[in-house]
């Protein structure tokens, strides 16, 4: 019964898409009001017939309805009610089926949202939402179908992968990251209008960036997330390495960082238009070639989960889409005309440009570094991997430019500036920037990236300080909070990104990681701490069995921390999961990796780590959050 309806429900949703994307299309074209309340009207029911189709399936993973051919594959009597829930999104089909619902939430706040906009920017939005939900609900009616149904079902099922079973970031790092994916699609669809309604003014250009920081908010939330399941999981005490799905997600993040910082000069200046226009369409883009990457089972990655054949229904997506946007751009970017020029180097324009050229280059190396294995292998049958030090190699500079630049930018004004105002501007932040690099250099730091690092970090602090507490001196919270509310959320996320940019450089230049063995009763010194292991127990539960060693933690001679490292063996993987414990502090993270257990000569094996900073990177992205989130409350203040 749950299969049918379900099928039901995709395929309505599917017929809506497309008789709503033509009506919308048409809608725009002639200027008819009829054709374009009939178009949202459609796009309102294909959202509610995706919400109700996401609910049922939930239901069906609930009650362990394994005749649904989804619920077989993922589902399991013996896992517990939460992982019955995130195993909507665990596999292939269930991922398309969400992916469905968050569009529908996007499509009922882009069409409500730019109701009072004019007529054929409106048709265009609702077509192009409507054309990429015709995609999507067709890989749900087709090859991702998770409404199969099974004539003669197994009592259980396997469950999710283990790896998403053992820690409860899976409830919010999927979720979080899809926000951001297929978030993109709104303002990809107000690109799309305002190229073929031949203009981008204040009115078409407030939704797009609005909506884009809305969907970048959401995959830096994913991404970071994303890191702290990896750190928490994985047990490598590392939270990024190039991995390609990690890579898939940075991809759009890059162009959209960029598109964000263009929108801001054309809004100021009116300058840069078919550039942001150009940026939106591609991180668009980026999300489906992320998509694929994640849910195509072309990559070896911890971080993906399936393994299928819808690669080839992708690639042809993204090809039509790409051509498309490729055409749309070279027949209406002559009709959006910049209000001027850029007049003067010196300028707080100019250094947006260079932001957003920094951004496209590293996109670009990060792709070509991503995908170019992948080529390879496709046209000379040869395996061959890219790893962390092509990567590392690009990222360090051009993570140090960047925080620079995030320097520099602010303390420059709009226009021309004359030399009096750079020299009382640009050189007052030297000074910190020194003082930060010569504590470093006499708390022992000696690599040279780090201390650049650390010099451009200090300059930078120094500026977004000033910046945000100049008007807070002068004119009180108020106007902080007030009028100059999305400045002040700009410089907050600077500050967040500051934090992380900084305290990834420390990680890698400062962390100790050693392996160790201990017996029962024994002790062990890793740099001020003594571990002693106490026990290890095993308990039995019902999808799993977990070995768990408890480790007292002293640091001069008094007991601060008792850590319990795991293993933890599923029913359906032969290979056990290890599951870190971590120590956090201000200053760095005692983490322990669980490596082995010999029961007989009663000793562990340890894989233990000092990694500096790392709080840090969830503290930065706390503030990038919050920043943006002020940011975008303030939609309608001046930039």
């Known amino acids: 019964m749950i299969s049918y309806l379900g099928r039901g429900l995709i395929l309505s949703a599917l017929v809506l898409a497309v008789l709503g994307a033509i009506t919308a299309f048409v809608a725009g074209r002639q200027r008819d009001e009829g054709l374009l309340k009939a178009s949202r009207g459609a796009a309102y029911a294909f959202s509610v017939l995706l919400f109700v189709a996401n609910g049922l399936m939930v239901y069906a993973l609930l009650i362990d309805d394994f005749s649904v051919s989804y619920v077989a594959k993922v ?71 998770p409404f199969g149904l099974i004539e003669n079902p197994l009592p259980d099922g396997p469950g999710p992968n283990p790896l ?18 297929v978030g993109m699609t709104l303002p990809f669809s107000y690109g799309v209008a305002a190229l073929l309604a031949g203009h981008l003014g204040v009115a078409y250009l407030r939704p797009l960036r609005f909506w884009l920081g809305v969907a970048w908010t959401f995959l830096t939330v ?14 490598w005490g590392g939270f990024w390495d190039w991995d390609p799905v990690e890579n898939a997600s940075f991809f759009p993040w890059l162009t959209a960082t960029a598109a964000l910082h263009s929108a801001v000069v054309v809004e100021r200046k009116g300058l840069l238009k078919v550039w942001t226009l150009t940026l939106v369409l591609i991180s668009f883009l980026l999300t489906i070639l992320g998509t694929f990457m994640t849910r195509s089972g072309v990559f070896n990655s911890v971080h993906s989960f399936t393994q299928s054949d819808i ?24 009709r959006i005309e910049d209000e001027g020029s850029i007049r003067d180097l010196k300028s707080r324009e100019s250094a947006f440009v260079l932001n957003n050229l920094l951004f496209v280059l590293f996109t670009f190396v990060v792709v070509v570094g991503t995908v170019f294995p992948l080529l390879v292998e496709a046209i000379k049958d040869q395996q061959m991997s890219v790893g962390s030090p092509y990567f590392n190699q690009f990222a360090v ?77 002068r004119r009180g919270w108020r106007f902080w909070l007030g009028p100059a509310r999305r400045q002040t959320g700009a410089f907050i996320v600077h500050f967040g990104v500051l934090l992380i940019i900084v305290a990834i450089g420390l990680y890698h230049s400062s962390r100790v990681s050693t392996e160790l063995r201990v017996k029962v009763g024994e002790s062990v010194q890793l740099g001020d701490y003594s571990l002693q292991l106490e026990g290890v127990e095993t308990r039995s539960e019902p999808h ?18 008792q850590l319990k490292p795991a293993m933890k063996h599923y029913h359906t993987q032969r290979e056990p ?12 993270d005692l983490y322990l990796s669980f490596m082995s257990w010999n029961p007989g000569t009663q000793q562990l094996g340890l894989r233990a780590y000092l990694n500096p900073m790392v709080v840090w990177l969830w503290i930065g992205m706390v503030l990038m959050v919050l920043g943006s989130v002020l940011g975008l409350s303030a939609r309608k203040a001046k930039a």
């Open 75 to 145: 589902g399991s009597t013996k896992v517990p009610t939460w992982v019955s829930v995130v195993s909507l999104w665990s596999s292939l089909e269930g991922s398309i089926l969400f992916w469905g619902a968050m569009l529908g939430v996007f499509v009922v706040a882009g069409v409500f949202t730019n109701r009072f906009q004019d007529l054929p920017y409106q048709a265009y939005s609702i077509g192009t939402l409507l054309a990429c939900g015709v995609f999507f609900t067709f890989l749900l009616a087709g090859p991702a179908n």
């Open 397 to 473: 500079p051009s993570g140090i430019a960047i925080l620079f630049l995030m320097g520099i930018g602010p303390a420059l004004p709009w226009g021309r500036a004359t030399t009096a105002r750079l020299k009382k501007e640009l050189l007052p932040p030297l000074v910190p920037a020194v003082v930060l690099m010569a504590l470093a250099l006499g708390f022992g730091l000696r690599s040279p990236s780090a201390l650049v690092m650390l010099f451009a970090a200090g300059y930078t602090l120094h500026v977004t300080v000033i910046q945000i507490g100049r008007p807070l001196w």
């Open 164 to 181: 998403l079973q053992n820690h409860l970031l899976m409830i919010i790092h999927p979720p979080m990251l899809y926000g951001g994916y």
């Open 311 to 334: 690669g080839p229904t992708f690639l042809t997506f993204l090809g039509v889409a790409s051509v498309l946007c490729l055409i749309l751009l070279a027949l209406r970017m002559g």
């Open 222 to 235: 994913g991404i970071v997330l994303g890191g702290w399941w990896a750190y928490e999981v994985l047990g």
């Open 577 to 588: 999961l290890g599951s870190p414990a971590v120590r956090s502090s201000l200053t760095h």
């Open 544 to 561: 799993r069995r977990v070995t768990e060693a408890q480790i007292v933690v002293r640091r001069d001679e008094m007991v601060i921390d």
